[in-house]
């Protein structure tokens, strides 16, 4: 029945909220886990999570709480999550291939951690997901299927991280329209960074922004570029 079918995918949602914390509380405590685990409790009272009126979690909110280890790949049960912020943890290793499944996803922000990269088809599916947030953090690359994943990305923030190129694919997000790179010293640009969508776009300390005159003519709708060549 439909009833039993919902309990079902709730009691999984738990189960996977549950494994998540055991996981990323395993070396350090939170800071703030009030119900968390607690038996009888629904944990759309845990903090940082939030439910829908049919008892799903659309929201996850978890930023400056202790948090470390790595994402678990239980997280892509919770396909009704429309928002994400983990920012400003001790999350490390790779954004999990799971996370293809959360494909309601509108908000990812994952800012002032120290992950190392995204698994390769981790954001395949992703096809509402406007903002995504991983400023900070110690990304080498970007998977090859980056920019043919994510139709609907407008703001996209990948400043002080460790890029030293962009995939060739970053140039099918036609909807991008803000674009923070500062602070990638070793990044070097070709023509897949200039989208015609782009209204911001921001290199500070870009050695290289690789700009041709022929690039620049496709920025019809470019309001500001910040560069400084430090």
């Not at 954001?123 to 080498?140: A, P």
């Not at 190129?165 to 997000?173: E, I």
Request: hydrophobic share 40%.
């Amino acid at each position: 029945s439909k009833t039993s079918e919902t309990d079902s995918v709730i009691q999984l949602e738990r189960d996977s909220l549950s494994e998540f914390y055991l996981f990323t509380s395993r070396n350090t405590a939170w800071v703030n886990y009030t119900n968390w685990l607690i038996v009888g409790v629904n944990h759309c009272t845990w903090y940082g999570v939030s439910c829908n009126s049919e008892g799903r979690v659309y929201k996850l909110t978890l930023a400056m709480n202790g948090l470390s280890n790595q994402l678990p790949s239980v997280l892509g049960n919770l396909e009704a999550l429309q928002e994400v912020d983990l920012s400003s943890n001790s999350l490390s290793g790779l954004v999990p291939q799971s996370f293809s499944r959360l494909s309601n996803l509108t908000t990812l922000i994952l800012t002032d951690n120290e992950f190392s990269g995204l698994e390769e088809g981790s954001l395949v599916n992703l096809v509402r997901l406007e903002r995504l947030f991983l400023g900070k953090n110690q990304i080498t690359a970007l998977p090859r299927d980056f920019g043919s994943s994510l139709p609907s990305l407008f703001s996209l923030n990948l400043e002080a991280n460790r890029l030293k190129s962009l995939p060739q694919s970053f140039s099918l997000l036609q909807n991008l329209s803000e674009l923070i790179l500062n602070q990638n010293p070793d990044l070097i640009l070709g023509s897949e960074v200039w989208i015609p969508s782009l209204v911001s776009i921001s290199l500070n300390t870009i050695k290289n922004p690789g700009v041709s005159s022929g690039d620049f003519a496709k920025l019809i709708n470019l309001a500001t570029i910040f560069h400084d060549r430090k």
